[in-house]
């Protein structure tokens, strides 16, 4: 049972528009979740955390919305860029020792200039 | 450049056969974790090591097994091979294997299992 989906596998967005990721969860107990970017034959590379007792996080271009009621979280990226384009992963996780980060199978976008 | 390497980057090999990955954590990290990234789907987490000891156990089969050594470098070794252990696996590290902090990744390591 997937703990952390992320139900749309692409999206495509034109260079200057807002890209939206969207990612829903099932465990009310998660305190942490986070965004990681991942380019071909690269590991992925942490973008954006939100911690559960904040509903925004913004960094540059990347903002974060946390929606708890709903169990759902999106990533705005505004404005998209061509270099933006690569597979963007969800993950999920417990602010206790011995815990690991549960991702969602990821979404991948393609930015057209 | 996230400071945590993997060798080998690619491995091909056959069936019944064993591999072993190793992990070099980013410097002052204590926590090591490794994931497998099969066709289709997302990273899933196998085991985790904080400073030589096993934290944290995933979806990690029997006939998988890793260790973390006194200089926190980490091996993942993978025996009885079979075709569907063909993956990309990932090693990460954190500071203090505590959710709230960023793990970093690796490149990964290529398997084929032919």
């Known amino acids: 049972d997937q703990q952390v989906k992320q139900n749309s596998p692409s999206l495509s967005v034109q260079e200057g528009r807002i890209s939206i990721l969207n990612c829903d969860y099932t465990n009310s107990m998660f305190d942490y979740f986070l965004w990681y970017k991942k380019y071909p034959a690269e590991g992925p590379t942490f973008l954006i955390s939100?911690?559960?007792?904040?509903d925004k996080n913004e960094d540059g271009r990347f903002t974060v919305f946390l929606n708890k009621s709903a169990k759902h979280l999106s990533l705005h990226i505004v404005p998209s860029q061509p270099g933006d384009s690569a597979v963007y992963f969800c993950a999920a996780s417990l602010n206790q020792a011995g815990t690991a980060l549960i991702f969602g199978k990821g979404t991948t976008l393609s930015v057209s200039s | 450049d996230s400071g945590v390497t993997q060798t080998p980057k690619h491995l091909i090999t056959a069936t019944g056969q064993r591999v072993t990955l190793r992990c070099s954590p980013r410097s002052g990290d204590l926590s090591v974790y490794w994931y497998q990234q099969s066709l289709d789907q997302g990273l899933q987490f196998l085991i985790q090591y904080y400073n030589g000891e096993e934290r944290a156990k995933g979806n990690i089969l029997e006939r998988f097994s890793a260790q973390q050594f006194p200089d926190l470098h980490s091996e993942l070794n993978l025996s009885s091979l079979e075709l569907g252990d063909s993956a990309l696996y990932f090693c990460?590290?954190?500071?203090?294997?505590?959710?709230?902090?960023?793990?970093?990744f690796g490149p990964g390591t290529r398997l084929t299992v032919l």
């Open positions: 939100i911690s559960s007792i904040k």
């Open positions: 990460a590290s954190s500071v203090d294997g505590r959710g709230r902090n960023e793990q970093f």
